[in-house]
């Protein structure tokens, strides 16, 4: 399980149901060896890309309040299969678009022909384009979930 911690921004109105919390998440901090520059170098690229916090609304029980810190949670098998079905697929359209007028016009090319490099090209493309149109149309994003109050002492 991946966690993050948050804290609580607003919260919605409730009219009855669940109410939406606007979370703000904060970014993840460095070891200490990092942060001395003597680690992996995470802590490096955190200061060179200065890591602003993001927000995400969520749904969250009726006993949290503006300021409270919050875990947010996320299954890591869930969030491979969105990587693989965000990436993955449209690099799959690529390649297979790619090779298609490759293998039709093989016969009628030689090999390094600027045209059929130009079609494979657009081609290609076009695979891409159709799979991350497909991707963005059926599949959803997993949001996390909020589970318990964030220690104090974390941040």
């Known amino acids: 399980m991946l966690t993050q911690i948050g804290v609580i921004t607003a919260l919605s109105a409730t009219d009855g149901r669940q109410p939406i919390a606007s979370i703000r998440v904060l970014p993840p901090s460095a ?10 170098g995470a802590g490096l690229f955190a200061r060179l890309l200065r890591m602003r916090p993001t927000s995400i609304d969520l749904p969250v029980s009726a006993a949290t309040r503006p300021g409270q810190r919050v875990w947010l949670a996320m299954d890591e098998q869930q969030l491979a299969r969105q990587a693989l079905f965000w990436y993955g697929l449209p690099v799959l359209g ?6 298609l007028p490759v293998w039709l ?4 090319a030689s090999g390094g022909n600027l045209s059929v490099d130009g079609l494979s090209l657009l081609s290609g493309l076009s695979g891409l384009a159709m799979c991350w149109l497909a991707v963005r149309r059926w599949q959803h994003p997993v949001r996390p979930r909020v589970l318990l109050e964030a220690p104090c002492s974390s941040r």
């Open 31 to 40: 070891c200490a060896k990092c942060a001395s520059g003597e680690g992996c």
């Open 94 to 99: 690529f390649l297979a678009g790619a090779a």
């Open 105 to 108: 016009l093989a016969g009628s």
